[in-house]
């Protein structure tokens, strides 16, 4: 498998894009919206479509920017992943739960990241899921901003058990053990001195909170942990919190057969070819 590239529009044109499971149905209509503009509308000039995304490309300002419709998908994301994960506040509407710390925190402080992001769209095929399913719900966790700026840069990333069936957070790189989670204090996790602050060690090996046998996809997350687990033990400085909770070969092959996904990695010793079963949240 081909590590993650980033995959953007080229930037000289201005793309207003709208992702779709149904290609052909978008086509047609945005192909209708042409015809009937004929040649009055100069703004639309041609239409294509990518990888599954239907690409609209336009001459002038756009109608409806790229970033307004990540917007869109990104909030309705976001609202998908509060009710899946249960993390609204019962009183609250302003506050929601990080699946990290398990504290409510101001909705504009909790993300919603991705577990295969979107620069890395391109991938989701390689653990058996279709592009569309970057803003499937089961590809997504709510956690503090800050958190997810360190597995953005993979810093730190998740990991799946299959003997405990829990997911947890692993620090891969020593240097962050000491650094604070931005202005946040231990309070946030009810810890004693609960006026210091808190740091990424405190969250290392932390399981996230999930409602009972409800799973986001846990063949993305080995997938994007085993890449980031496979840079912080290449880096020239060794990093001990990575050495030692790095699976053994056999437990990564192990886990992914128990998912029964098709699969192989990069620097792995494995490539299972296998049948996917009926479980609905792998």
């Known amino acids: 498998v081909d590590e993650p590239q980033q995959r953007v529009p080229p930037e000289d044109h201005n793309f207003s894009i709208a992702e779709t499971a149904s290609v052909t149905t978008e086509y047609q209509e945005l192909k209708a919206l042409i015809i009937e503009s004929n040649t009055k509308n100069e703004e639309l000039k ?8 239907v690409v609209l490309a336009m001459a002038s300002p756009r109608a409806t920017s790229t970033s307004s ?21 019962p009183t609250n509407r302003d506050v ?22 979107l620069d890395q769209i391109h991938s989701l095929p390689a653990v058996g899921l279709s592009m569309d399913k970057v803003y499937d719900e089961k590809n997504g966790i709510l956690w503090h901003e800050e958190i997810e700026k360190k597995y953005s840069s993979q810093q730190l990333t998740l990991l799946y ?8 957070i692993q620090i891969l790189y020593d240097a962050l053990l000491t650094e604070r989670i931005g202005n946040l204090t231990k309070k946030v996790l009810g810890l004693p001195s609960s006026k210091d602050a808190l740091l ?13 046998l409800v799973f986001p996809y846990r063949r993305a997350i080995m997938w994007v942990a085993k890449h980031a ?13 990575a050495t030692n909770s790095n699976p053994t070969d056999i437990e990564w092959s ?4 128990s998912l029964n996904d098709s ?16 479980i609905s949240n792998i």
């Open 96 to 117: 929601i739960k990080c699946m990290v710390t398990g504290h409510y925190f101001s909705i504009s402080n909790v993300v919603a990241g991705h577990i295969i992001s």
């Open 229 to 241: 687990y496979r840079i912080a033990l290449g880096s020239p400085v060794p990093h001990i919190c």
């Open 254 to 257: 192990e886990t992914f057969n």
């Open 46 to 53: 041609r239409l294509i479509t990518v990888n599954n995304i």
């Open 263 to 278: 699969i192989g990695f990069i620097g792995s010793a494995f490539q299972s070819s296998l049948e996917i079963d009926n």
């Open 161 to 168: 058990n299959r003997n405990t069936h829990l997911i947890t």
């Open 200 to 212: 990424y060690s405190d969250i290392n090996n932390r399981q996230i909170s999930l409602p009972t």
């Open 69 to 89: 419709m990540r917007k869109i998908h990104q909030d309705n994301f976001k609202q998908r992943l509060i009710e899946r994960y249960q993390c609204s506040h």
